[in-house]
């Protein structure tokens, strides 16, 4: 009886230790949810270097900057390529053939058509060069070939050149090497400064992306400051009513304005998810959830020298060196079509040891010489004036591309003269902002606890309020055009103004991501 007895607190003891588990651990889930719910929910403030690094590594604007200069760079590893000696084999080691063909027959002196039946084999192996300064290609050779007839003759014969060297050497020809030279090395370097332009274009955009995110966030903390404050005054309004302190019309104010507070939240809200989603789009859904703006400082001593800026960008930028680039290639395209409408004039010469046999290996033995000596030489004696139209065309045209290029300088140098010029004055407008914002900011304030005194009517307060807002909106904006300017500058400069060097990237890596 006892044992029983005994045995039924035990297991009424364990049951009830079980529970207590299970009590326990449900607590400790929900507590431990309720951690990562606290902890997801805490907002992360977001500069803009936070947005500019982002930009830089995940927005599709930067891998397609990569991949363009990517084009370019193998362009020039092609035209270093071209610089070396090329060796080539050719061969055609199987060609049967077999057709009736014209024949000569001198017995008869008529001609007549016959069987012909051959097995043809084919090889080459050559290596040429280009010597550029001069505009001659050298090459050096060896070929073997093997002719096997079928018919009424039976037949093998072997043809051997196992060495043979010449060159070709234009005359006072258009040299296209010697303009390659010229504009091949500017292009690459351009293309490592069209990559930095090209970074600075999606800081621009990554600044115009942060603020707008930043001016909503605030027109939303202000819309959701606007709404508490519009209720409280509601309230009191109704106690104030009551006590026949105001009038039915401004209690009837004071309701309308709690319903525009409720709109204008709403409508700040959908302004500001838009403004969330373009530039989670911009970094390719990077920006942290539930993330917040925070506004840059304002660089209290930074001013750029105007004529150190138009040195730099004349010395960095791509622009710039297009037009040197231009330059060239409209001189390049005037002596191609003076050269090509002039005369014609090559010299071809080539040596080489020669030898045919009926058997391979004496087609490798006593071998002779085989030498070619060419001259070329070409001239119109009757065009009508073709070619002298031509000249003057392509002359018209380079001075054509001369002024373009004099106006684009022009323009270019007052570009960077005017951004320049609105950067060093717009450090004083943010801060006339700033001041602004902060004043209408105290005398909303002030104008508040005056409203709630008697001291002044609604008219009054929402005016001081408005005033405020607009303070705060102005101020982000004016901070965002100082940043908008700078990094357009350094666009136009490729220079860092802030520490004082130039933009400098590892190309070596570019490629590797």
Known sequence: MLLSIYEENMIHYIKLKQVAIGVCFLFNCAKISAQKKETLSIPQNITLNDVLKLAGKNSLDIFKAKRNYGVNYWEFRSYKSSLLPKIDFTTRPFTFN????????SEQNIDVYRQQQTINSFANLSISQDIRATGTSVFLNSSFNRLENFGDFETKSYNA????????QPIMAFNRFKWEQKTAPLEFQKAKQDFLYELQTINLKAVNLFFNWALASKKVAIAEENKTTAKKLFNIGKQRYALIAIERDQLLNLELDVYNANTNLTQNQQALQKATAALKLFLRDKLPTGAMPTLPELISDLSINLNKAIDLAYKNNPDILNLKIK???????LDQVVKNNRFDLSLTASYGLNQQADTFVDAYGRFLDQQNVSIQFSIPVLDWGERKGKIKTAIMNKEVVDIELQQNEETYKQDITQNVLDFNIQHELVLGALRTNEISKESYHLTEKRFLSGSVDFLNLTSSRKAWQQANENYIQALQSYWALYYKVQQLTLYNFIDNTPLLQDFKTILDN
């Open 98 to 105: 077999s057709a009736l063909i014209e024949r000569y027959d």
């Open 161 to 168: 050149t196992p060495v043979r060297i010449g060159l070709v």
């Open 327 to 333: 330059k060239i290639e409209a001189l390049r395209n």
